[in-house]
């Protein structure tokens, strides 16, 4: 964690707040008395509920390393079995057949995504932005911009000003998981959860302008990243209600759509559903953070190895399965059930490559729309005509298709069958290639990282070195050409060299030598050896990133 030197301005705190982030007005603006009054009031009151879930995440995964099986909790079924509903999805939201994701920030990158034709964006504060100081302030200056229609952007190079269009997506936003905390802003003398920084701050600058455009019960939207279990998506209800209280607005203003990117979430819909009912706006399947979940959660389990991740798609039965059990639980209860991300970017210097690539994410597309779901997610703005005429197709004219009922019957085991494929040492060779240039991208301030023509965020490089930690930790044994030879640190130290100067050849010496490549091969190699799996690369990287400004806040009122 760096310290810089003293500034003279400082930001206007409310009592036991303390802003450490560099002081900039821009920011102050963002940064008032009463936005981090608000904040301090969320997190107050639910750090301890916060805590207790963590601690119980904790728990569970110590039953999980012990041998036990994630499954539907009996003293919940009542709710699964029950015949309830969510609050109906709003009409400016009724129609998500393709919605973009992308960061926070850069400001261009907003107003493109905004401007792409996409039925809704998601601005994104948690795995596709980098979360230094800049990046979460300039974020939240940007999407005040955007709800007011007054975000512009002048491109000097090319002496061109991005404006948006008459007609733009819907804004949802992604704040940051309840595991991460923001070093920037201590509250009573400790770090504020990060979320709540993200949501508190965009939700009291915007909630006004989303009222007077549409109306209660049409927004702030968000999205809702990494949860595990229905607690936790108490907690969520409970903020959007002290929020709401806060405000004056109606409650059931504030909607979310719950990213299912956990294995033990996947136990827990109807749950989470329930727990969310007058907010909820759906579940999404965040396909790539749950392959990542499935390794960390059967850490222990040597049986239940992944094959390479490329072949870990939706045809295996895990992954098949736990579409069609979050498709048929929204539909029963109202809401929206939306697919996973095409990661995939325009090829342009190989037309035949670009159209065989778009003709995977076609194919992709139909079959999430066949499945049942109602919309899905682009990491391009290239990709959304393709996309939209797929699901537009199969709807016919209807916005979605909720009232569709999905007749399939998922058990325990149907969501925890391992999966099949090999294992070999090109899959090894590409996670340390790919989570290198990953996580030194993340170092110097990218969460949105376009490798090997797909664009990445920090769901890649969980998903790469969690699979090499499983595959050290057990011996794996791994195919070379014909050749096995077993996964061991010694073959990951020379995989790693060769792979380190396979990135400088590629990327060149210069920008390989001034970027942070050598300090992130040596963070991920350390997640890849570790004894014990760290829950998240991100949070052990994160003191990496904070930079304190000692000058930039009042001192702290304790």
Not at 183 to 190: F, N, P, R, S, Y
Not at 219 to 230: A, T, V
Not at 303 to 315: I, Q
Not at 472 to 480: I, M, S, T
Request: proline share 5%.
């Amino acid at each position: 964690m760096a310290t810089t030197t003293t500034t003279a301005a400082a930001y206007d705190t409310p009592e036991g707040v303390d802003v450490r982030g560099r002081y900039d007005p821009e920011f102050a603006a963002i940064l008032t008395r009463d936005a981090l009054a608000f904040v301090a009031a969320l997190h107050r009151e639910f750090r301890g509920a916060v805590r207790h879930a963590m601690e119980r995440r904790r728990d569970a995964q110590r039953r999980y390393d012990a041998g036990e099986l994630p499954q539907f909790d009996p003293a919940t079924r009542f709710v699964r079995e029950g015949e309830w509903t969510c609050a109906p999805p709003p009409p400016a939201v009724a129609d998500r057949t393709v919605e973009i994701t992308g960061p926070a920030e850069p400001r261009k990158m907003v107003i493109n995504a905004l401007n792409s034709g996409a039925k809704v964006f998601m601005a994104d504060f948690e795995d596709a932005l980098s979360p230094t100081w800049e990046n979460l302030m300039q974020g939240q200056v940007n999407l005040r911009d955007a709800v007011a229609g007054t975000i512009t952007y002048h491109d000097a190079t090319r002496g061109r000003t991005y404006r948006l269009n008459d007609q733009t997506a819907k804004l949802f936003v992604r704040p940051r998981g309840w595991h991460l905390p923001e070093a920037h802003v201590l509250i009573d003398g400790e770090p504020a959860l990060g979320c709540l920084v993200d949501f508190g701050l965009y939700f009291f600058h915007n909630h006004a302008a989303f009222r007077a455009g549409q109306g209660d019960g049409f927004g702030p939207f968000f999205y809702l990243p990494k949860m595990e279990h229905s607690r936790e998506a108490r907690i969520w209800n409970g903020v959007f209600e002290r929020a709401e209280a806060a405000a004056g607005i109606a409650r059931g203003s504030v909607r979310a759509t719950v990213l299912v990117e956990t294995l033990p979430a996947a136990f827990q819909m109807d749950e989470i559903l329930h727990e969310l009912r007058d907010h909820s706006a759906g579940l999404n399947c965040g396909r790539w953070d749950y392959i990542f979940s499935y390794v960390k959660t059967f850490r222990a389990h040597p049986d239940r190895l992944l094959p390479d991740r490329a072949l870990v798609g939706m045809t295996q039965h895990f992954m098949r399965s736990y579409s069609h059990l979050l498709i048929r639980t929204c539909h029963r209860r109202g809401v929206h059930a939306m697919g996973g991300m095409a990661a995939q970017i325009p090829i342009k210097d190989d037309a035949a490559a670009n159209e065989a690539a778009l003709e995977l994410v076609r194919k992709d597309k139909l079959r999430e729309a066949r499945a049942g779901h109602d919309g899905t997610w682009a990491a391009h703005p290239g990709l959304i005509p393709a996309i939209r005429e797929v699901f537009e197709a199969h709807l016919g004219g209807r916005p979605n298709q909720i009232d569709t009922s999905v007749d399939v019957t998922i058990t325990e085991e149907d969501l925890v069958q391992p999966p099949s494929g090999a294992r070999t040492v090109d899959g090894l060779r590409l996670n340390v290639r790919v989570g290198v240039q990953y996580l030194a991208a993340w170092l110097a301030g990218s969460g949105s990282v376009p490798l090997y023509s797909l664009m990445e965020d920090a769901a890649t490089a969980e998903i790469s070195r969690v699979q090499n930690w499983q595959w050290l930790r057990h011996a794996a044994d791994l195919d070379a050409g014909g050749v096995r030879v077993r996964a061991t640190p010694d073959l990951l130290v020379r995989v790693l060299q060769e792979e380190m100067a396979r990135v400088e050849e590629e990327v060149g010496a210069e920008r390989f030598r001034n970027g942070r490549y050598a300090e992130a091969g040596k963070v991920f190699a350390k997640q890849c050896v570790a004894p014990e799996l760290d829950d998240f690369l991100t949070l052990d990287a994160y003191n990496l990133i904070v930079e304190h400004h000692p000058g930039a806040a009042s001192p702290c009122k304790l």
